[in-house]
């Protein structure tokens, strides 16, 4: 531009991105005075409205100037701050905007505080705590984790263990965390040392209550390795004490959960005024998790009620107004079948996965038999009392 002898062309130019240098670093003060950060402690103390009524001036001063420049400096700032977010440069001394969302968080957490004091049925999304001795656990249960959480849930995972199992945990986890994290999903990752598992997990879901985003769900992995099904028992029962929600995935073999395509979900003990008391009994979170399959896999979902007069007509009209009440995809397909009857399993299409409300009384050895004799994955759901599907 000088050889050229034409400065002043450029000089509106250069003036844009000064200006754009002063509204940002202005913004930056207006914004960590605003959430009221510690280590913010200037020398010199402004009012707060000043950092920002300087940076709308800048703003404002440009399109004064070049409104045509301000527009190309606008974009090349934009531009350059996409370029450098995508090389992903880590501050160890953080950024303003993270307080920002901080500060945001807080007022959001209080707001709902003053709201209600427990979760409530509408606002229902999946969070689960997964506890875990071997990565290979979650491995082996990837897909199915995100069907479930995918795409507003979220998972705690909790590594378990002492010594160099432990030391596995932490080296091991993050590369799986990382795998979630590329797939869109909400997840986060802490670590106990101690040799009791069923222990810790009842000491964690005590220590967690405190939590105001908590997770609402037990999500726990059985399969035929489980050397100690009593401590799943007292998970369990620890999650009815507290109300909490669980699943119970059983994967048959190296199958799992097949070609993700068809899911049967049973009803069972379906009380007789659920109408009028908007109550499905311990049937709401299995409902839920099948919806939240059927969307993510696109495939086919299979309603099963579980009744002794399997003739009468009424009790095929009380399925169809199950899925009208919870709103269920119009393709269900239906069936009611005598939860007696030894040939129940042939009067249903083959499931890639099962979808069950746990029995009143908790027994694992019984339920992987279950799974070894029906030669199909089992997800069981227990309610929290928490989760309902009509709303």
């Known amino acids: 531009a000088i050889l050229l002898r034409e400065l002043n062309v450029i000089a509106p130019l250069i003036t844009m991105f000064f200006l754009v240098t002063y509204a940002m670093i202005t913004l930056v003060i207006f914004i960590v005075q605003s959430v009221s950060r510690t280590s913010y402690r200037p020398t010199s103390k402004i009012p707060g409205y000043i950092p920002l009524l300087g940076s709308l001036s800048c703003l404002f001063v440009m399109f004064i100037v070049n409104p045509t420049f301000s527009i190309i400096a606008i974009i090349g700032s934009i531009a350059l701050y996409i370029f450098f977010s995508q090389r992903h440069i880590v501050s160890d001394d953080g950024y303003a905007r993270s307080g920002l969302f901080t500060a945001m968080a807080q007022w959001a957490t209080k707001k709902a505080k003053n709201l209600t004091k427990e979760n409530e049925p509408r606002a229902w999304q999946p969070d689960l705590l997964f506890p875990i001795a071997h990565v290979r656990e979650i491995r082996a249960c990837y897909k199915l984790l995100h069907s479930l959480v995918h795409p507003k849930g979220s998972i705690k995972i909790l590594g378990i263990g002492t010594g160099k199992k432990l030391m596995r945990l932490k080296k091991y986890l993050p590369d799986v965390i990382a795998a979630f994290e590329k797939a869109k999903n909400t997840i986060s990752f802490s670590l106990v040392e101690n040799n009791n598992f069923g222990n810790s997990v009842k000491i964690s879901t005590e220590a967690l209550g405190a939590a105001h985003f908590r997770p609402n769900t037990i999500f726990l992995k059985l399969d035929t390795t489980v050397k100690n099904p009593e401590d799943y028992e007292d998970i369990l029962n620890t999650a009815v004490k507290h109300q909490w929600g669980a699943l119970v995935y059983m994967p048959f073999a190296r199958v799992g959960t097949g070609l993700e395509r068809t899911i049967n979900l049973w009803l069972r003990d379906v009380p007789d005024d659920w109408?009028?008391?908007?109550?499905?009994?311990?049937?709401?979170?299995?409902?839920?998790?099948?919806?939240?399959?059927?969307?993510?896999?696109?495939?086919?979902?299979?309603?099963?009620?579980?009744?002794?007069?399997?003739?009468?007509?009424s009790a095929m009209k009380e399925l169809e107004n199950i899925i009208s009440f919870a709103r269920l995809p119009k393709k269900t397909n239906t069936y009611v079948v005598d939860p007696d009857a030894t040939d129940k399993w042939d009067l249903v299409p083959q499931p890639d996965i099962n979808i069950f409300p746990t029995p009143k009384k908790i027994n694992i050895a019984a339920m992987m038999e279950e799974v070894k004799l029906f030669r199909t994955s089992f997800l069981l759901a227990m309610d929290s009392g928490k989760e309902n599907a009509q709303v």
Do not use: C, P
């Open 275 to 313: 109408v009028d008391n908007v109550e499905l009994g311990n049937n709401d979170l299995a409902i839920m998790t099948a919806l939240l399959l059927h969307q993510n896999w696109k495939g086919t979902l299979n309603i099963i009620l579980e009744k002794r007069e399997t003739k009468d007509k």
